[in-house]
C-alpha cells in the first residue's frame, strides 16, 4: 500500500476500504453499545483501537484507517458536537460574531486520546499493514460548522465565505492550522500516510474551488511537508469533477481519491499516469454483490492497470453491506 502511496506500481493494487470498521460488522456494533456515544467511542483508545483492528481480522486488507471522525476537529476547537440515531452529527451553528471564540489552543490536549489510538495500533499492526491517519479538509468540516449538520447542497456555508469573507477566511485559517498540527502528531505517533477527506468538494463554482478546497489543501500539504518532510498524503475531493486534475496538480498530493460517478476514461485523459489514483467502485454494488459487483471491479482495475492504484469503494460502505461481498470483492482484487 505504502509503496504505491509512493508512486510505485504493483503487481495488483493494493486494497482498503473507506469506512472499512462500521454498523456492517457485528462486532463494532457490540463495541460502539459499550462506548455509549459516537465520540466516546472515538476518544477512547482501547475502544478506537479494536474497532480499527476489527477489519483486518475479517478481511486480507492491505491498510488500517484510523477510527474517528472529521468532527474532532471542530469539538476539539470548542464547538458541540453530538451525534444523533438517525440523524447524523449535530453542532451548534456557528455566527460570524463567535468565529474569534473558537480555541485552537485547547485542540491540541483535546486530541490526545485520539494519539495515543494512533500509537496503539502502530505498535499492534503488522509491519506488512499500512497505517493510515486522517482529517477532514477545511472546507468540509466548515461546512458542518456554518450549518450545524450535513447539507445537500453546502448553501449555508457558500452564502457565509460570499458574505462573510473576513470572518471565513479566519476560520479557515484555524481549520488549516489545526488540520496541520493534528496530522503532524499523527505522523509522528506511528501513521505512514494521511487522507485529506473533502467530502462537499461539489458545488462549488471554479473560483470557489479554487480558494475553499485547492488553496486549504495546499496549505495542509504544504504545512504537514514542513515538519514532516515527503509525507505521504492522499487528497480525496469528493465532487470535484472537473476540478480533479487541478486539484492534483496544485495541492501536490501523493494520491488521488476518486468518487464513483467520476467515468474511468476522464480519469485516464485528465490525469498524469504516474499519478497513483484511488478508488472507485460505488458502495451500492457492495451491497448488492455479484456480476453487477464484479463486473465494475474489473473494470476499474483494467482502467488503471497502467498506473499506480490503490482500489477502494467511491465512498463509504454502508451499514448494509453483506459481509459475504466484502469478502469476494477482497479476493476479487487479489486474485482475479
Known amino acids: 500500500m505504502l509503496e504505491t502511496v509512493l508512486g510505485r506500481k504493483q503487481t495488483r493494487p493494493p486494497v482498503w476500504i473507506m469506512r472499512q470498521a462500521g454498523r456492517y460488522l457485528p462486532e463494532y456494533r457490540e463495541v460502539r453499545q ?16 479494536e474497532v480499527t483492528l476489527q477489519p483486518l481480522r475479517r478481511f486480507d486488507l492491505d491498510a488500517a484507517i484510523l477510527f ?5 476537529i471542530p469539538d476539539a476547537l470548542g464547538q458541540k458536537v453530538r451525534f444523533e440515531v438517525g440523524e447524523g452529527p449535530l453542532l451548534e451553528p456557528l455566527e460570524a460574531s463567535a468565529v474569534e471564540r473558537l480555541e485552537p489552543a485547547r485542540a491540541g490536549e483535546h486530541l490526545k486520546p485520539v494519539l495515543e489510538t494512533v500509537r496503539r495500533l ?36 457558500r452564502r457565509f465565505a460570499l458574505e462573510h469573507p473576513e470572518a471565513f477566511a479566519r476560520l479557515m485559517d484555524i481549520l488549516v492550522e489545526t488540520s ?33 478546497v485547492i488553496g486549504p489543501n495546499k ?20 465532487g470535484a469533477a472537473g476540478n480533479l486534475a487541478r486539484f492534483a496538480r496544485e495541492t501536490g498530493v501523493n494520491v488521488l481519491g476518486i468518487d464513483y460517478a467520476t467515468p474511468l476514461d476522464f480519469v485516464r ?47 463509504g460502505i454502508v451499514p448494509e453491506t453483506p459481509i459475504a461481498h466484502v469478502e469476494r470483492l477482497i479476493d476479487l482484487v487479489k486474485n482475479g
Request: aromatic share 8%; net charge negative.
Open 34 to 49: 459499550k462506548a455509549g456515544g459516537f465520540l466516546e467511542l472515538c476518544y477512547t483508545p482501547e475502544l478506537a483501537t
Open 68 to 72: 474517528s471522525d472529521i468532527l474532532v
Open 219 to 238: 496549505r495542509i500539504v504544504d504545512g504537514v511537508r514542513a515538519r514532516i518532510p515527503n509525507a505521504p498524503i492522499i487528497g480525496f475531493p469528493r
Open 269 to 315: 485523459s485528465a490525469l498524469p499516469p504516474e499519478l497513483t489514483v484511488q478508488g472507485n467502485l460505488d458502495p451500492l454494488r457492495l451491497v448488492i454483490g455479484g456480476e453487477v459487483m464484479e463486473s465494475r471491479a474489473r473494470e476499474i482495475i483494467a482502467a488503471f492497470s497502467d498506473r499506480p492504484h490503490i482500489f477502494n469503494l467511491g465512498h
Open 122 to 157: 502502530r505498535a499492534a499492526l503488522p509491519a506488512n499493514k499500512t497505517l493510515i491517519g486522517f482529517c477532514g479538509a477545511p472546507w468540509t468540516v466548515a461546512t458542518y460548522m456554518l450549518n450545524g449538520r450535513g447539507s445537500p447542497d453546502q448553501w449555508v456555508a
Open 180 to 212: 496541520i498540527d493534528y496530522l503532524v502528531a499523527q505522523f509522528e505517533a506511528g501513521a505512514d500516510v494521511v487522507q485529506l477527506f473533502e467530502s462537499w468538494a461539489l458545488n462549488l463554482d471554479e473560483d470557489a474551488f479554487a480558494t475553499q
